[in-house]
């Protein structure tokens, strides 16, 4: 182990090496890299945690997993296998989430530094509040494809996870997911959420039966079937989706020509979507089964299976074998329970592939192979062992540092696939980026302001689409200011009697100010609430993160112009990149909407700037219309003109332009 050989280190940090303690969250591509390098270097106190177990499909790039490993936990096999570097070393592996209350501030503070190598945000932003608490430094790293980030978090020195709000993930408006499909992806989002109405946890926002309020439909909505349909409010009173699957025992040939004979000629009825579009062709069962002459054989070569674009013949036998797995395996979990889709689980992959090929021929749409509705409905951007390997190696370089408290030379890395004009390939950011002041996390005392309809939000949507998705809180306490009222309790039942109420009726009113705790974070948010109506296509909330934004424009004026005159040359010395990294909108605005986030998880929320690189899906995504799109962080980029590139680099003498191949420290 290098630091247990004099020489290989410098002195100091071969004592530290051996003294520190680590703790690495997540044992993925990431997570094995870097405790195999932590162990080789010669760390010898580790932690690891991870909650999931070795699959097939981790192998190709895992490297301390291997066949013989699959169904065991992630974290208990890297330690046997990182134990075989270094049987001296002492990894303790936790099989666990790391937002369970096992794993607290105290948890925490025993640690040196902490190694993030997670991949969804729910998880990062836990670890980033406990480690600012803790005030143990950070290592936030991510992949996507060829592209790297890891970045320093450090407690009053640089910003946070959550200084930058996150892009709200891609989302389509529901009128178009549900009437008028025009292109694959919206007939893959309706295969998923038909997938969560029949065997998934069903969401009143995933229907997927035709849209009657769609306004493109105008008067004439879809007179005939509404005329045997419409309750006297005007809506469609239809039995529960799920409900009906039920009743008639999953019958395959029942739920096809309900969803693709009677939804199509509803859809049809509506025919003021069809002036402008070619109409969709409705199918039935047994004319498809039929196949015009198709090959109907079921494919049972997977490779074919997967990569092939099936008969229509096929497509529908897939349909219906998998809707016959999917009721065997629903059947066997307990009353009320329900399946969790997942690209990797064959038959909610096989069911979802189908139901979106069927969908898409009948409104005329290309359709895709299973491998490539695969990609896209499980946001899959392919990992690459050499980018992991890359990023982790620069991790455990700026735990080095980390460890020297040489915070300046933790600037936060690029990986990228091509060297840019300055022959790097891993691109250096210039300057340590300082905490928001204003973030809603790191900032002394945090606070946003939250614009929601309060006659219509539940304190159940509150809690679990504002407080829990969108704020990455686990386990929130929310008091009304002023009143004492308890709004939500992390004591289960204790106000589960409020969950069906709205914000009004409880009156949180246009004003009022909520106090938000979560515990297992040691986090306090205050909530302004500003009511708003939103709109039918409008994101049903908003969340400012920075209150001033929303002040009156001479209010804001009056107190900028002040503020220039007092401290006009400290505002020059400021870093020039802070406002862009700090994603001011631009109106000014620090303020991400969220809605609908399909999948949460995130390998990394950056780097759009190299065109041919980008991230194809949902990672640095945009928001629905009408909402602010930012991006997390900016990597310098490539093709900026070569005098400003010269200018950054001489006010920053560590960089140096000559180098062919970026050497970090
Ligand atoms: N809350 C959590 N607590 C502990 N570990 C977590 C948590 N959330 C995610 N992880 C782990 O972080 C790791 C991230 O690794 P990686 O991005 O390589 O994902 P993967 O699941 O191994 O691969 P893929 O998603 O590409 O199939 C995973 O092993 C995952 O189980
Ligand atoms: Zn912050």
């Known amino acids: 182990m290098a630091a247990q050989l004099d020489g290989v280190f410098e002195a100091e940090l071969q004592k530290k090496i051996t003294e520190s303690k680590v703790l690495v969250v997540g044992a993925g591509g990431i997570g094995c890299e870097i405790l195999k390098n932590l162990v080789l270097t010669g760390f010898t106190d580790i932690e690891i945690i991870d909650l999931d177990t070795i699959d097939v499909s981790n192998l190709n790039r895992q490297f301390l997993f291997h066949k013989e490993h699959v169904g065991k ?34 948890f925490f503070q025993q640690f040196s530094i902490v190694l993030n190598a997670l991949d969804n945000r729910a998880a990062r932003s836990h ?15 991510g992949t996507a494809g060829y592209n790297g ?19 709200a993930q891609k989302s389509y408006p529901g009128c178009t997911i549900r009437n008028t499909p025009s292109e694959p992806i919206h007939c893959i989002v309706w295969a998923k959420h038909l997938f969560n109405q029949l065997f998934g946890e069903s969401n009143e926002d995933e229907d997927v039966s035709p849209d009657t309020a769609d306004p493109e439909a ?23 989706t799920r409900t009906w699957a039920k009743q008639c025992e999953y019958d395959p040939e029942k739920i096809f020509n309900k969803l693709f004979f009677d939804d199509i000629n509803y859809l049809l009825s509506m025919s ?63 009353e009320g329970d329900h399946l969790v889709w997942d690209k990797d689980d064959k038959d909610g992959m096989d069911f979802v592939a189908a139901c979106a090929n069927i969908r898409a021929q009948i409104f005329g749409i290309p359709r895709k192979s299973r491998f490539e509705i695969k990609s896209m ?75 929601v309809d309060t006659k219509k939000l539940t304190v159940r949507e509150f809690r679990d689409d504002i407080l829990i998705k969108a704020l990455n809180m686990v386990s929130p306490d929310v008091l009304l200011d002023g009143t004492g009222t308890i709004v939500i309790s992390s004591e289960e039942d204790e106000r589960d009697c409020n969950n069906d109420k709205t914000l009004e009726e409880l009156k949180i009113v246009n004003g009022c100010i909520l106090k938000a705790d979560d ?118 980029e490539d093709d900026e003109p070569a005098n400003k590139k010269a200018k950054v680099s001489s006010s920053h003498p560590m960089d140096d332009d000559d180098d062919d191949l970026v050497i970090l420290d």
């Open 127 to 141: 670890v980033n509040r406990l480690c600012l608490t803790a005030d143990v430094p950070l290592i936030e790293s």
């Open 218 to 240: 105008g008067a004439d909505v879809g007179s005939a079937a509404l005329e045997k349909e419409a309750n006297e409010k005007g809506n469609v009173d239809r039995v529960n």
């Open 272 to 334: 003021n979507l069809w002036k402008n579009r070619t109409p969709p062709k409705p199918a039935k069962w047994d004319a498809v089964q039929e196949g015009d002459g198709e090959d109907g054989s079921i494919v049972e070569d997977s490779v074919t299976r997967d990569q092939k674009v099936l008969s229509m013949a096929q497509t529908t036998k897939v349909f219906g074998e998998s809707i016959k797995a999917l009721k065997e395996a629903v059947g066997k979990l307990p």
């Open 377 to 451: 409905a499980g946001n899959i951007i392919p990992a690459i062992a050499t980018t992991n390997a890359i990023t982790a190696g620069i991790v455990v370089m700026r735990a080095f540092r980390v460890l020297q408290q040489e915070y300046e030379a933790c600037k936060t890395v690029y990986v990228r696939l091509r060297v840019n004009g300055r022959n790097q390939f891993i691109v250096p950011e210039t300057l340590i980026i300082p905490p928001k002041p204003k973030c809603y996390v790191c900032a002394a005392k945090p606070e946003v302001v939250l614009k």
């Open 149 to 167: 980030q890891v970045e320093l978090i450090k407690r009053g020195l640089t910003s946070c996870y959550e200084c930058v709000p996150q892009p």
């Open 519 to 636: 515990f297992l974070q040691n986090y306090e948010l205050s909530i302004t609430v500003l009511h708003k109506e939103a709109g039918r296509e409008e994101a049903p909330f908003e969340i400012v993160a920075d209150p001033d934004s929303l002040k009156p424009k001479e209010e804001e004026e009056k107190k900028e112009a002040g503020k220039q005159a007092a401290a006009a040359p400290v505002d020059d010395a400021q870093p020039s990149t802070s406002k862009g990294l700090n994603g001011s909108s631009s109106n000014g605005k620090q303020s991400t909407a969220v809605n609908e986030v399909e999948d949460d998880d995130d390998d990394m929320c950056i780097i759009e700037d190299d065109e041919d690189e980008k991230p194809s899906t949902s990672k640095a995504a945009v928001t629905t219309p009408g909402k602010s799109v930012e991006k997390r962080k900016h990597a310098p």
């Open 73 to 106: 936990s992630k974290a208990n096999v890297a330690r046997e296998s990182a134990l075989a570097f270094n049987p001296n070393a002492k990894i303790k592996a936790y099989h666990d989430s790391i937002t369970t209350n096992n794993y607290g501030v105290n």
